[in-house]
């Protein structure tokens, strides 16, 4: 084991290279007949540590990438400096609305009876969300809707924030700034998208919308939609069931507040 030992001299966590098959193998070339299931419990009596794969190692890493990072930070600090509303866009995690399992836990006399599968014929439909995240004023919207998560739902949910939250916050404003990812509804080969805002955002209010794409393969920690978003999320979520007893093409969720990281 001396050879094929590895670890991190500060932690104290170590890991072998070696299966416990091959130990257990090894073992029993010089008589120590023992099977793999225990030597997996004696490695971890000797404070050895299970190791997984790690998505770490970039393959199509484009030489202008900071390039982007560092364009996106002076466009915020330019609009943030002359007041102008700042938002990041990202569509979140869909949800099948029905009686279904939702995870976390509540105090409860019993427990909420629901479907024992989660078949897709089952749903009434499949709630989508679209955040809409204001990093200058730390203030997060979501808007909800049933059918697609295609680039007019992501332009009409910008247009319907902007209609009861923005236009109140910001007034007249000229100029619009939005940061959002590379794929999905807002993805920045998608025209569609562009022609959408200039239909939905641009014209009926008179906005200027500027657009900067985060580079591709970006984690969604470093989105700040993603970012505020996760912050406001406790660990137990709601355990009661998504269900719907209207089907409506597009619903605004109140805003709330997202408290600051601790």
């Known amino acids: 084991m001396e050879h094929d030992t590895a670890g991190d001299p500060i932690t104290g966590l170590k890991w072998t290279r070696k299966t416990t098959e091959k130990i257990a193998e090894v073992l029993q070339q010089i008589d120590i007949p023992v099977s793999a299931n225990t030597v997996a419990r004696l490695l971890y009596q000797m404070n050895f540590s299970l190791r997984v794969n790690r998505k770490q190692i970039a393959t199509n890493s484009s030489p202008y990438r900071d390039q982007q990072f560092q364009h996106i930070y002076s466009l915020r600090t330019r609009f943030q400096r002359q007041g102008l509303p700042v938002i990041s866009v990202d569509s979140k995690k869909r949800e099948m609305i029905g009686n279904f399992k939702n995870g976390g836990a509540k105090w409860d006399r019993s427990p909420v009876l629901v479907h024992d599968h989660d078949f897709r014929s089952d749903a009434s439909g499949v709630g989508i969300s679209y955040g809409i995240y204001e990093p200058p004023r730390n203030h997060g919207t979501v808007c909800l809707g049933v059918s697609h998560d295609t ?34 509804s807002n993805s920045c080969t998608s025209w569609l998208w562009k022609i959408e805002l200039q239909a939905q955002v641009c014209n009926p209010f008179g906005i200027g919308v500027t657009i900067a794409h985060y580079p591709t393969g970006t984690p969604p920690s470093g989105i700040p939609s993603s970012t505020g978003y996760s912050r406001r999320s406790p660990k137990t979520g709601r355990p009661s069931p998504s269900t719907a007893t209207k089907r409506c093409s597009n619903s605004f969720a109140r805003p709330a507040r997202i408290p600051a990281w601790p």
């Not at 992501?154 to 910001?170: D, F, L, N, P, V």
């Open 151 to 184: 680039p007019a739902f992501a332009a009409h949910s910008i247009a319907t924030w902007w209609k009861r939250q923005g236009a109140r916050c910001y007034g007249r404003t000229p100029k619009l700034l939005v940061l959002a990812d590379s794929g999905g």
